[in-house]
């Protein structure tokens, strides 16, 4: 069983930044696949970016000029650096992970953008 933590959301002004982690406890993090989702309300969960174990990143074309995704192995640690935030960033952010053929999520860390 893989248990993901995200942390990081919270308030930001439009063209801010924040850092999301999320953290993986079970299991050997190095050999999961990641994925970085978003849910804002009234809204279909979307996926925005993905990185394999070889460190091989994949962007949605919306955030690939103002977002990356890293990981760290030593640290169980996915991250999401998103830079020139918008309104419409506004959700709730998921960490995914797969492992096999399983897929395992976080709970999910609110970011706000707003004036």
């Known amino acids: 069983q893989v248990h993901l933590v995200e942390s990081g959301g919270g308030w930001v002004q439009p063209g801010g930044s924040l850092r999301l982690s999320c953290v993986a406890s079970?299991?050997?993090?190095?050999?999961?696949?990641m994925a970085w989702y978003r849910q804002a309300p009234g809204q279909e969960r979307e996926l925005l970016t993905t990185?394999?174990?070889?460190?091989?990143?994949n962007y949605i074309d919306s955030v690939k000029d103002r977002c990356a995704i890293s990981r760290d192995n030593a640290k169980n640690t996915v991250f999401l650096q998103m830079n020139n935030l918008e309104s419409s960033d506004t959700a709730v952010y998921y960490c995914?992970?797969?492992?096999?053929?399983?897929?395992?999520w976080g709970q999910g860390t609110q970011v706000t953008v707003s004036s």
């Open positions: 995914r992970a797969e492992s096999g053929t399983r897929a395992y």
């Open positions: 079970g299991g050997d993090f190095s050999t999961y696949f």
């Open positions: 990185i394999n174990t070889s460190h091989n990143r």
